[in-house]
């Protein structure tokens, strides 16, 4: 069973008799569901998921008012919940809950995750916070949110990034990778480093990825799910295949001459697509110049001027 099933099941069992048995006043001010960190919040949990962090929970989200008033009383009702559900068995918490699941304050959740009790509310925020942060905050489910408040917030992240603050990642990615794959990967190979060789590849291969999921809008997640959230990606997705390739091949002459011609034949799919998409404006000999030209298509003057790597 999916962790997001599994869980919405044994909220609705559980958790909401509970809610409406023993805090009533409470019932249409929390807003409960199943998001955060954890493969189940993004719906990639399998099999091996379930050797770690993997139970039959779900998040209770309060105003900061309701937890000075409610939270612990909540707590203690949420830790005599049943203690095994559908064979699975809930992770040993303390009185006072666990961070990931159980009472949480709603501007603590959102601001372990961009740093401010909410939604971020200018370009630098929404520039620096990293994409898999982002995610984080508004994956998963939420089952019932009556008030409105964590959901408000929620769809505001959920929005994704303002198309300057998307250009502006777009360039930066663009020509960082261009640096690493385009420039750096063969002149370490001419100098026989063959380590220093293999890491440009990673930052050419990990800058790439980060091109593609912004160029089919969507927030990046956490490295180790980067492949398999390719899947679902419409727009170069099927790249998936060459990026990871040039991870897992050596740098023999051959090899070396193979990856060179996956770096070029990638890199001219990322071009194809800034034109496919206007925000680039000729046909470019390669991701650097690409990159210049996407800057020139941002409006706001302060994120158009800053160094073309910020936001990498």
Request: negative net charge.
């Amino acid at each position: 069973m999916k962790g997001l099933d599994l869980s919405r099941k044994y909220y609705l069992l559980f958790g909401a008799p509970m809610i409406k048995e023993q805090f009533p006043e409470l019932e249409e001010r929390i807003a409960v569901g199943l998001c955060g960190e954890g493969s189940e919040c993004l719906g990639y949990d399998d099999d091996i998921s379930s050797d770690h962090d993997f139970e039959p929970s779900f998040c209770m989200f309060l105003t900061d008012e309701d937890e000075e008033k409610y939270g612990f009383q909540l707590k203690r009702a949420y830790s005599k919940l049943p203690k095994e559900f559908e064979g699975y068995k809930r992770q040993a918490v303390s009185p006072a809950g666990g961070p990931r699941r159980g009472v949480i304050r709603s501007s603590d959740f959102y601001r372990r995750f961009t740093g401010v009790p909410g939604a971020p509310d200018n370009n630098l925020q929404w520039l620096y916070i990293p994409s898999d942060s982002l995610l984080e905050a508004c994956n998963g489910e939420i089952w019932r949110d009556d008030l409105g408040e964590f959901s408000a917030v929620r769809n505001t992240i959920k929005s994704g990034y303002s198309e300057d603050i998307r250009l502006k990642k777009i360039a930066a990615h663009c020509v960082t990778a261009s640096q690493a794959g385009e420039y750096n990967y063969g002149r370490l190979i001419r100098r026989g480093d063959t380590g220093a060789a293999q890491l440009a590849v990673f930052e050419y291969v990990k800058h790439i990825i980060s091109v593609i999921y912004l160029l089919n809008n969507k927030y990046e997640p956490y490295y180790k799910w980067v492949y398999r959230g390719m899947d679902d990606l419409p727009i170069l997705g099927d790249l998936k295949e060459p990026l990871s390739g040039l991870t897992e091949l050596g740098n023999t002459k051959s090899e070396t001459e193979l990856k060179n011609g996956i770096i070029c034949d990638i890199s001219a799919a990322v071009i194809k697509e800034l034109l496919s998409q206007s925000i680039a404006d000729d046909k470019t000999p390669d991701l650097s110049s690409a990159a210049y030209s996407v800057v020139r298509h941002i409006k706001d003057p302060e994120l158009r001027n800053m160094h073309i790597m910020a936001g990498a």
